[in-house]
């Protein structure tokens, strides 16, 4: 089953690639014009979204940098305690929703802590695997639009996510 | 709401870092911030006009016309006022590279989609029942093989590095559920305006 699906993984970009190229030549499309054409799109967004992303980084180096995640971990930490979730993991589960590479490198220094095949370890892995940055696509992506109230997003994220991490914690138990 | 929160993230950061003494810390992380936003922003940049390049090939060609179409009894439960086939694929796309792990190219999909869905809703400040939606499945949206993570375990010296990918699966299917179900729930209460 792993085997299928890290295939898919990886044939998954180059296959799309072809589809679009083999169906634009049959349907007789300009493809190296559209190319063309389509990427001068893109670079504008790319340029559209900068101050976006520099916000975003603003605000988490900020958040990190100072010590206030720690902070914020040490007063957390009797509330984690309750719900059964390890001490180890209660920085990623604050550091996953605003920041990815971040919390990737979180889980590595916790796998390097505890062992990758360790309870934590996997629930770490998993934690990754699963759950999205929320706070970063709720800010990157209202952000190229003018929308000033979220509505129900941000709960719906929110529950997503702390679903997502009750899952995994619980999952490692059982799986 | 961006107001408050980014203003609190600063502000937090900057009190913490004058308490603890560390304000050296946060001036060096704020002017490394700049730089990494940047870089991250030239480095999306590639991504981001090659793949409008090829979506601009899959327009031009109804090949996304063809994919909207063939994808509509699962759109429609999710996005019932959704008629735009290009918004549409949009979304599909970013779906598609989220679950086969492509993050930049799935950014790629989701601003654009955004954009429509802004332009739809009139670019009004108040964010439409579809927005919310497509951010909801955005922020759950499981990944087949997280192939970053697997690769840490393996360099870790994991006993089976792959073990993961059922539990996170599995936990992504359920986190997805929950965030489609409050969306939904939320839906019902105040339809679109």
């Known amino acids: ?175 | 709401m961006m107001n408050y929160i980014w203003g609190f993230m600063l502000i937090a950061g900057i009190v913490v870092s004058l308490a603890t003494g560390r304000a050296d810390a946060f001036t060096d992380s704020f002017l490394a911030s700049c730089t990494d936003a940047v870089e991250f922003t030239l480095s999306l940049a590639g991504v981001m006009a090659v793949w409008s390049g090829l979506m601009k090939i899959a327009e031009e060609s109804g090949l996304i016309d063809h994919a909207a179409k063939a994808l509509r009894p699962i759109l429609t439960f999710l996005f019932p006022k959704e008629k735009d086939s290009q918004t549409l694929a949009m979304m599909i796309m970013s779906f598609m590279a989220n679950i086969f792990g492509a993050g930049n190219s799935a950014t790629v999909f989701s601003l654009k989609a955004m954009e429509r869905l802004d332009a739809e809703n009139g670019h009004s400040p108040r964010a439409s029942n579809a927005m919310c939606m497509f951010l909801a499945l955005s922020m759950s949206m499981i990944q087949l093989i997280p192939i970053t993570v697997i690769k840490v375990r393996s360099d870790l010296g994991s006993a089976s590095p792959d073990d993961i990918i059922l539990p996170s699966i599995a936990a992504g299917l359920i986190s997805m559920a929950v965030s489609v179900w409050i969306c939904k729930l939320f839906e019902r209460k105040s339809p679109d305006a």
Do not use: N
Request: glycine share 10%; proline share 5%; with cysteine.
């Open chain 1, 1 to 175: 089953m792993p085997d299928i699906l890290s295939l898919l993984s990886i044939a998954f970009l180059p296959l799309l690639i072809t589809i679009i190229l083999v169906w634009g030549i049959w349907k007789k499309v300009p493809i190296y014009d559209a190319f063309i054409k389509g990427a001068k799109d893109g670079l504008k967004t790319s340029v559209e979204i900068l101050p976006f992303l520099l916000g975003i980084f603003l605000a988490i180096g900020a958040l990190t940098s100072s010590g206030a995640m720690g902070f914020l971990q040490e007063t957390t930490r009797p509330f984690f305690e309750k719900i059964g979730i390890p001490q180890e993991l209660i920085s990623l589960i604050l550091l996953r929703p605003v920041s990815g590479s971040g919390s990737l490198v979180l889980a590595q220094q916790i796998m390097e802590v505890t062992g990758p095949d360790s309870f934590a370890g996997r629930a770490a892995s998993v934690m990754v695997g699963s759950c999205e940055t929320v706070f970063y696509v709720l800010a990157l992506y209202f952000g190229v639009t003018s929308v000033k109230k979220m509505r129900h997003a941000f709960l719906s994220g929110i529950a997503g996510y702390i679903a997502g991490v009750m899952a995994s914690v619980y999952l490692c138990h059982i799986m």
